[in-house]
């Protein structure tokens, strides 16, 4: 799987396929390009999505292997490997004699049971078959009598059965073959690309020439596909539900514009280029089930046969915004689960670190907790809400309010989360929340807590607990945003700070807390008012001191 993201992949850079098309030079940019915030990716969640591999939800094994089952092009496979049994004549390269085509067609139900076999439907029955081959559902052999045969491979009954493992990895190796295919087929030369004539170093330099080139351009398009699956499986994992369908236009989009910027009309030429290579390469991998897809509507291009330098049609240009048939003639694509599961195996396969959403809950709060602190690519409400199910409330929060104590480097990032849990637990949880109100730690998040679920008879916190409080809520946004300067000014603006902010910093730097200087002195540094800036740095001065 590809690395990262392109970040302005041209022409060049997919073997210039449908070279001179553009499709959709006409129309406004928004109508197919600036759906970035519709598929859930606004600015952050891009950059974060260049650099790590987002925890996604899969349906248990046993489901996905039922999914793999019910995609015809594995099906056929299967069918074909029972047909084999006990064995059946085959030619000397392994693939099915003459007579027996036809009915390999009917078989499958792609022919009619009376009549001739179509030759489409003969060729669809041969490219199952070589893909059974190629999973060794069929095995080749030779007779005494020097016979060629057929015969069912080991991992056919445990895969008509259902077993989870076996079908995954056979569908998984298939999801290679095909992909593999895909790109190949897309790095073939274009008929009537090949130049007349003959360079000046004779045949064997101009064939090694033209395999170069063939080679160049394999590894291009392998990694735009590469890519493209990569940007869908996050555009995935970020997706709510039922909106994982992304215009074509927009994936392309993802892969060409750079980072942080909006396309531009100088891009949509490049845009377009990636959109006609992947077009056919994505229709491959439909076959077998990782993709939904909706091609590119052919008409849109609208060249008229026999006719040399033929201009594909740009579509129409209209005052209103293209509605959402028209829309979609540009294609469509949604990643499936099983093809969730496929690229995130990929992706493993290459070193990546590629989540499942709720891996980090399987143990107690305590590593729940520490494991959110500690992972990068987390999905931290959705680890929480797989952890909070099925757990009796009061338990469940005390286990939690345990888990937050403590004053090392992850602790206050560990209270801010536990807060997020119990309220996801709510009124349920507030016995185990009382009694901590006392806590030197907790009692601070537990009265705001209580306050927040509608309680009136929580009693205020003793001064030194609310100072404590806020240092340490402070510290876990610092620990959360990253030193996030946008985020955490807006934090700063509703520090209580008074009319005196020297005497609330006097008080503030004699917190008790590990982290009070580096709170302090993002306060200094990002507060507007420059009084009360001044007095957080001469604060956080003392705080270091006092060290």
Excluded at 210 to 222: G, I, N, S, T, Y
Excluded at 278 to 284: A, E, K, N, T, Y
Excluded at 343 to 356: K, S, T
Excluded at 411 to 418: F, I, S
């Amino acid at each position: 799987m590809a690395g990262r993201r392109r970040k302005n992949a041209g022409a060049a850079a997919t073997g210039t396929p449908g070279e001179g098309a553009v499709l959709p030079a006409d129309l406004e940019l928004q109508d197919l390009y600036g759906a970035f915030a519709a598929h859930g990716l606004d600015d952050e969640d891009l950059d974060d999505a260049a650099v790590l591999v987002p925890p996604v939800k899969l349906p248990p094994e046993a489901e996905l292997a039922a999914q793999a089952k019910a995609v015809p092009m594995f099906r056929y496979a299967l069918e074909l490997a029972r047909w084999t049994a006990p064995h059946r004549a085959v030619d000397e390269f392994g693939d099915l004699t003459g007579p027996d085509r036809a009915p390999a067609a009917r078989l499958l139900g792609l022919a009619p049971e009376q009549g001739d076999a179509p030759e489409a439907a003969v060729v669809e029955a041969m490219r199952a078959w070589s893909l059974a081959c190629d999973l060794d559902l069929i095995e080749i052999g030779t007779t005494a009598a020097g016979e060629h045969v057929a015969v069912p491979g080991p991992d056919l009954e445990p895969a008509e059965q259902g077993d989870p493992e076996t079908v995954l990895e056979l569908w998984l190796t298939a999801a290679g073959i095909v992909r593999e295919l895909a790109v190949e087929a897309d790095s073939l030369p274009e008929e009537g690309e090949e130049e007349e004539g003959e360079p000046a170093g004779g045949a064997g330099e101009e064939d090694e020439e033209r395999l170069a080139q063939v080679e160049d351009a394999r590894d291009e398009a392998a990694e735009l596909l590469d890519e493209a699956l990569q940007v869908l499986y996050e555009t995935t994992a970020f997706a709510e539900p039922g909106t994982e369908t992304v215009p074509l236009g927009v994936l392309a989009a993802l892969l060409v514009v750079p980072e942080g910027e909006e396309p531009s009309e100088e891009l949509l030429g490049d845009i377009t280029d990636v959109m006609v290579a992947l077009d056919p390469m994505l229709g491959d991998l439909a076959e077998l089930g990782l993709l939904d897809y909706r091609p590119i509507d052919p008409e849109l291009f609208d060249e008229e046969e026999g006719e040399e330098g033929a201009e594909p049609a740009a579509p129409p240009v209209g005052e209103e915004p293209l509605d959402e048939e028209e829309s979609a003639r540009f294609g469509l694509v949604r990643l499936t689960p099983l093809g969730q599961y496929g690229i995130r195996q990929w992706l493993l396969e290459d070193g990546y670190d590629a989540p499942l959403v709720g891996e980090l809950a399987q143990g107690d709060a305590a590593e729940l907790l520490r494991g959110v602190c500690e992972s990068a690519n987390v999905l931290p409400d959705e680890e929480l809400r797989v952890w909070i199910a099925d757990r009796e409330p009061v338990a469940a929060a005390r286990e939690l309010l345990a888990a937050a104590r403590g004053s090392d480097a992850y602790a206050p990032m560990r209270r801010m989360l536990c807060q997020l849990a119990l309220t996801m637990l709510g009124a349920p949880a507030e016995p185990a929340v009382r009694e901590v109100l006392d806590d030197p730690e907790l009692g601070g998040g537990a009265r705001a807590w209580l306050a927040g679920q509608g309680a009136t008879d929580v009693p205020a916190p003793e001064r030194a607990m609310a100072l404590w409080t806020v240092v340490d809520t402070f510290a876990a946004q610092l620990l959360d945003t990253g030193g996030d300067a946008e985020l955490l000014r807006e934090l700063i603006a509703d520090l209580p700070v008074t009319d005196n902010p020297a005497s609330y910093f006097g008080e503030l730097w004699r917190v008790d807390h590990p982290y009070t200087a580096d709170v302090l002195e993002a306060v200094g540094e990002l507060h507007l008012d420059r009084a009360v800036a001044k007095e957080a740095r001469k604060a956080a001065f003392k705080a270091r001191s006092k060290g």
